[in-house]
């Protein structure tokens, strides 16, 4: 191997910076050096004899125009999210999308051969792969050395023996390729586990259709958007049925592929789902929805294979679905890509590319491979040292299977970092010669100037073998040519290949083809996303309620008001605490002496869980994990209250006066994102399930309110006094005191307090009401399943009706307590109604909590009606 | 001799747990020193037991419980007849560097059992403890192998509760302290160090011998781990630093792997707190009539 090696020559890439010639009015009075120093005049006659039709029709855009076209085409680009972040530290920016206004075109013959390369590559690759996970003939042959394999930890053993013989392991696979001045394609390295780049190629092409549609009416252009439904159609194909389910897996929320997930998703009509929305059932994988659980019988991959099953691999990233390894182990799931698929790309396999491929399929290997050092031997390690700097030093994985496209960043400290690594883990680096790669001309500032190019290509193995006519061009930027390394290119070109023959024949087959997928509508809304919706939901609710309860507390003042004032006050201070989810303050029977830090707790205390900022923290937390689900208008909103809660500095010791303000300012945020959540997002079963949230916290706060405050008046209040300031306080609080006016024209008396906030189905912060609007959002949740037997409902229906049928006199029966009048013999029985009240509140609230249970079971974690 | 061995986990959990997924690796093994005839395995709450051999060659049995449960319990049962086990005459007859000449045309099949791995780390790892005198290339492979075995046993003093599984071989090595894992994989770095294939084997040991007086083996509550050694005439020796023998007739072989990570007991997941109380009972008993 390292003699083989030793033999190769490597050419000093000399690029020429370009000169600066005089300002053109139109492109025609430069291009032509341009293109003869160009990939198109370097000994490619075929073509340039292609091209040359297109360029004239090029050269007769006035730059004026080609300057506003490829305006547009960027913030196309900016609007449609595509952009990409580096991975690295070092470059945190975010670049966007600069796309080419001129495409790069290649020849039909030149892009024939490249496609039987491309197709060979690939299935010689997967017939490793299915090797390696079995039989492993390849290593007993010595024909790759197995430690090569066995210290890979992209080598899953796990994984051995999973597969049948039959199935295939690399379904959609890409290659990145360059192209050197002599006209020779090599391969630099492979991506056959979890490709990245094909959204951008499709968009590409759409927007520059869309922008320059002139420059296509010069040439028949091979189609590419049909390579998604390809792709769609061959994942069906892997299940055997006719209308299988399929999904994209993602660990979710990746920068620089989110957009590409987003994009093929939706062109394929099937659903995004992460780890924790699938399931083991039976030994089946199946999607928790709304509507229940649906059985998944194809995952398209774009996660790497470790972090998928913590049963088989450990614990790695966000979780990952355990058992989901013995379910393609028993054939009831496919994993598209196969699991285990990283370690073809390792890149010190390169340098046994044509051996693979002799191998495997006893052909010759028709595209080369560019000449790789595995710095694992000691010889080829010597080698590499000697002349470092000359060469390009890569790891043999990427940090992650799914790397992103463009790292981006400098390359002298890539390099340097690579040199770093190169001496602590040798076996975990290989180095490439610099490929003088050819050059493309692209229209930078004002003018056409040679970059060199270098292209990804994707390849599909269904029942047709296939290549994406074209791919990915890619050209760096920047003049200095020390950043002429793929790598560093961030620059994109649609890539054109002229039509053949065959272009007819496909048209056709098209419209034959029946999509025999399972459509985005058969999948309700997930379970995940409604799950973070409820509690979305119930938390904004809860710091909301707290916020306002505290604003009126506060207001109603404590220092300065008397000791009997504040044994009334104290008990709606007890039920804000705990209505936030403290049990412990109620049993504190006198108030103490300094509210202030009970007030500043309940509110800013980030270490008290029932605090408000607390429950706005979490409910921004449930908006981040669904954050594709949510408008930008709903993240914003939220975003913006977070942040500007996370600012207030001094928390612990806010000035009481500061209290209050903030407090109010709460009230009127919540409202505002409520209103804007109304408004902007759609109302399907996820909303229901936010608003089911709100409506039982809100249920659950009033009750505990009630309950506290209620038998609280009936102890201690005169009932000869003339109005009940807590129970008016209480009403304010709950914010029901105006329908309280409306509704009885009166003072606050406990039982029309009662009447109101338990029976009044329209007063919003009343039970009724929001058991009323409960049933309705179950309803419609379960309409859609078209299954009205349920145990949420019946719950709800039962608590409906018994609040209907409730007699008030049982636990207020003293009737003249409206003329003002009470006997003695009443007055001692008021302890026992003061109890009941107690008893009662608490029932009503330990079926809210199974009714909680049952709406968890039911829809989100689909345990019901199995236990 | 024959064993009946009831393995028995059980999770308490004081809140439900629910989507539990497990696989185990209790199976005992049939091979040639042992044989396996009527197997149980019970779960409650009951639910389908799936089986596959895993790389290794183990036998492993996986379950999932999606409902709501308080408690799960895991009981595995099986009757073992266990066989003598010697050391082959080849092994004798070779030393060390030949015999590491003859296993290099196993290598393919040898390779894991060779690296290091996170419990088992290799060279350096050793270095305090001087063992350059183990394992010499003329020494007999035989001789070599069991005096590594009665070395460790001597050099090292079992104790219960002073390690965990998740303790670095270092700190095993600092305080000459452990228990059976410990031991088994110190062994396992020395040999695959010095170049000898080497894996990890679960198991179970019969503790106190019914019929005799001799002392008592030594075993985790008879839940066991040792060693098995490559033989240049292609099988596997089991040796067990703890008791310093041969693993022989009153061992029960379970599953073998690089390192305990590959043979842990049960692999599982659950939904819920993180307040389950575990508890594992195992039992080797000796039947009548051998």
Sequence with gaps: ?867 | MKFTVVHKTEYHYQTPASESYGELRVCPKSDVSQKVSRRKLVIEPDVKVQRYTDFFGNQVEYFSIPRRHQKLSISSRAEVQTQPVVMPDHAKEITVAEARQVMRARLLEHYPYLQPTSLVPLRSAIEPLKVHHMCRDTELFADAIMRLNTWIFENFTYKSGFTEITTPLNQIIKHKKGVCQDFAHLMLSILRTYKLPARYVSGYIEAYDPETTDPNLIGATASHAWVEVALPGGNWIGLDPTNNQIAGERHVKVAVGRDYHDVAPLTGTYKGAQDQKLEVIVSVKRRKGK
């Excluded at chain 1, 073809?344 to 399929?361: G, M, R, V, W």
């Excluded at chain 1, 793929?486 to 039509?499: E, N, R, S, V």
């Design chain 1, 1 to 867: 191997m390292g003699a083989c090696l030793k033999s190769l020559k490597f050419r000093i890439p000399h690029l020429k910076i370009l000169p600066q010639s005089k300002q053109p009015m139109a492109l025609a009075s430069i291009s032509g050096t341009i293109i003869r120093k160009s990939e198109l005049g370097d000994g490619n006659p075929s073509a340039r004899a292609f091209a040359k039709p297109f360029l004239k029709s090029f050269e007769t855009f006035p730059l004026k125009q080609l300057m506003q076209r490829r305006e547009r085409l960027q913030d196309m680009g900016v609007e449609l999210g595509m952009h990409f972040k580096g991975a690295d530290t070092f470059s945190s920016e975010t670049t966007f999308w600069k796309l080419d206004v001129l495409p790069r075109i290649l020849s039909r013959q030149e892009w024939e051969f490249l496609e039987n390369g491309l197709v060979q590559r690939a299935r010689a690759f997967d017939a490793l792969l299915r090797d390696l996970y079995s039989t492993q003939r390849i290593l007993k042959d010595r024909i790759i050395p197995f430690d090569l394999i066995f210290d890979d930890p992209a080598f899953l053993y796990p994984c051995h023996g999973v597969l049948s013989a039959k199935q295939p392991y690399l379904t959609m696979g890409a290659v990145d390729l360059v192209r050197d001045r002599k006209g020779q394609w090599m391969v630099t390295g492979n991506h056959y586990s979890t490709p990245v780049g094909l959204s951008y190629i499709l968009q590409n092409r759409r927007m520059l259709a869309q922008t320059i549609p002139e420059l296509f009416e010069s040439m028949d252009v091979e189609p590419i958007s049909g390579f998604s439904s390809d792709l769609i159609e061959v994942l069906a194909q892997q299940s055997g049925k006719s209308k299988p389910r399929i999904v994209l897996l993602t660990s979710g929320g990746i920068e620089p592929v989110t957009f590409e997930e987003a994009f093929l998703a939706r062109r394929m009509g099937i659903p995004i789902v992460e780890p924790s929305d699938l399931l083991v059932r039976n030994h089946q994988i199946v999607l928790k929805t709304v509507g229940g659980l649906k059985p998944i019988d194809v995952i398209y991959r774009r996660m790497p294979s470790i972090e998928l099953d913590p049963i088989a691999f450990g614990s790695h990233g966000r979780g990952g679905i355990p058992g989901l390894l013995n379910c393609v182990r028993r054939g009831t799931v496919t994993i598209v890509n196969a699991i285990g698929c990283g370690v073809a790309d390792n890149k010190a396999l390169l340098p046994y590319s044509d051996q693979i491929i002799q191998y495997y399929l006893g052909e010759i290997p028709l595209l080369p491979t560019v000449p790789t050092y595995i710095c694992r031997d000691p010889d080829q390690r010597l080698e590499v040292e000697e002349k470092v700097d000359d060469l390009l030093l890569k790891p043999v994985h990427r940090e992650h299977e799914t790397g992103g496209l463009y790292e981006g960043g400098d390359r002298k400290t890539y390099h340097q970092r690579m040199k770093k690594l190169l001496k602590s883990h040798p076996k975990w680096v290989v180095a490439q010669p610099f490929i003088d790669a050819s050059q493309y001309p692209r229209f930078i500032e004002k003018k056409l100037v040679n970059r060199p190019a270098y292209l990804r290509a994707f390849t599909l193995l269904g029942e047709r073998p296939m290549a994406l006519p074209g791919g990915l061009t890619r050209q760096a930027l920047a003049s200095d040519p020390y950043l002429y390394v793929a790598d560093f290119a961030t620059g994109t070109k649609d890539t054109w290949i002229p039509t053949g023959k065959k272009r007819k024949r496909n048209k056709k087959q098209k419209s034959d083809r029946q999509r025999p997928i399972a459509s985005f509508s058969d999948f309700p809304v997930s379970s995940r996303v409604a799950e973070n919706l409820y509690w979305m939901g119930r938390y904004s609710e809860r710091a909301e309620h707290t916020a306002r309860m505290v604003d009126i507390l506060v207001e109603s003042g404590w220092k300065h008001i008397g000791k009997r004032e504040r044994s009334n006050l104290w008990p709606l201070w007890q039920a804000a605490r705990q209505a936030s989810g403290d049990t412990t303050t109620k049993k504190r029977k006198t108030p103490p002496k300094e509210i202030i830090p009970i007030a500043r707790q309940l509110i800013l205390d980030d270490s008290y869980s029932g605090s408000a900022y607390n429950n706005l923290k979490r409910a921004h937390w449930n908006a981040a994990e669904i954050r594709e689900f949510i408008t930008p208008e709903v993240w914003t909103c939220l975003n913006h209250f977070t942040n500007s809660w996370d600012e207030i500095p001094y928390k612990g010791r806010i000035a009481p006066a500061r209290l209050q303000p903030i407090c109010e300012d709460a009230v009127y945020e919540f409202a505002r994102l409520n209103g804007t959540i109304n408004r902007t997002m759609p109302h399907d079963d996820g909303w229901e399930c936010y608003r089911i949230g709100i409506l039982l916290e809100r249920a659950i706060s009033t009750t505990t309110s009630l309950g506290i405050v209620l038998p609280h008046a009936l102890r201690h209040t005169n009932p000869r006094s003339h109005e009940d300031p807590d129970l008016t306080t209480l009403l304010r609080m709950l914010g029901s005191l105006d329908a309280y006016h409306r509704e009885y024209r009166s003072r606050t008396y406990a039982r029309l307090v009662a009447e109101l906030l338990w029976k009044n189905d329209e007063t919003p912060n009343a039970l009724a009401y929001c058991l009323r609007y409960i049933f309705y959002g179950l309803e419609a949740l379960h309409d859609r399943k078209r299954n009205s037997r349920s145990s949420s409902l019946t719950l709800v229906r039962e608590l409906k009706s018994q609040i209907r049928k409730l007699d008030l006199e049982t636990f207020f029966p003293n009737r003249s307590m409206d003329s003002d009048q009470v006997s003695s013999h009443e007055t001692m029985d008021l302890e026992a109604h003061a109890q009941s009240i107690e008893r009662f509140t608490g029932s009503v609230n330990e079926a809210l909590g199974q009714l909680h249970t049952k709406i968890e079971d039911r829809f989100f974690a689909h345990l019901s009606g199995a236990h």
